[in-house]
């Protein structure tokens, strides 16, 4: 159990069956009537944000999110298959679990799977990968001292903006949160 006079910013505890996690909270202490405690907090399996207030003196469960590392193995259809490295077990998980960073995941990448319960609810892509372009218009010298891009298409399908000197076949690093290029890839 968590006391709400011990809620920090990343605590997850478990509320009327729903796993939630703080983003903000803010002691108050008016100067008439009985303090609370105001909490901005994320539903960990739907994504919602809610704003609530609570007495100091309330306590909850606390919820524990396990976060395992597995590698990402193929897709079948709507299930995409990871192995625990540590049993070679897999494990499948459906599309609408991934979320849009997924796009930048290719076979063998780590990730990290959440879950609650036994549950799975999401899954963290690295934060940084390097991808071959597969598809792009040709770049042209001399063009580097503006900030134009282009589109181009990486190994995994996915499309992203790149500056105009980018070729087909370069490796790129991208910042699978933001999707965003961030440069030529090293090595």
Same mark, same amino acid.
């Given at each position: ?34 303090? $609370? ?42 299930? &995409? ?42 899954? @963290? ?9 597969? @598809? ?13 891009? #282009? ?13 105009? $000197?980018?070729?087909?076949?370069? #490796? ?7 999707? @965003? &290029? ?6």
């Amino acid at each position: 159990m968590i006391s709400v006079s011990d809620f920090r910013n990343g605590v997850t505890f478990d509320m009327d069956g729903k796993v939630m996690q703080i983003v903000e909270f803010q002691h108050v202490k008016p100067g008439k009537g009985a303090a $609370f405690v105001r909490v901005k907090m994320r539903n960990v399996i739907t994504g919602g944000v809610t704003e609530t207030t609570f007495n100091p003196n309330d306590k909850y469960p606390t919820a524990y999110i396990e976060r395992k590392k597995m590698e990402y193995s193929y897709a079948d259809g709507d299930l &995409y298959y990871f192995m625990d490295m540590e049993t070679y077990e897999m494990t499948p998980i459906e599309k609408s679990v991934l979320d849009d960073s997924f796009r930048f995941v290719k076979e063998n990448d780590t990730c990290t799977i959440m879950s609650y319960k036994g549950n799975v609810f999401g899954v @963290e892509a690295p934060n940084f990968v390097d991808l071959v372009v597969t @598809e792009t218009e040709p770049g042209f010298a001399g063009n580097t001292a503006t900030n134009v891009t #282009k589109p181009a298409t990486v190994e995994t399908g996915a499309e992203i903006k790149v500056p105009l $000197f980018i070729n087909e076949g370069d #490796k790129i690093s991208i910042d699978t949160r933001t999707g @965003e &290029y961030l440069g030529r890839a090293k090595g």
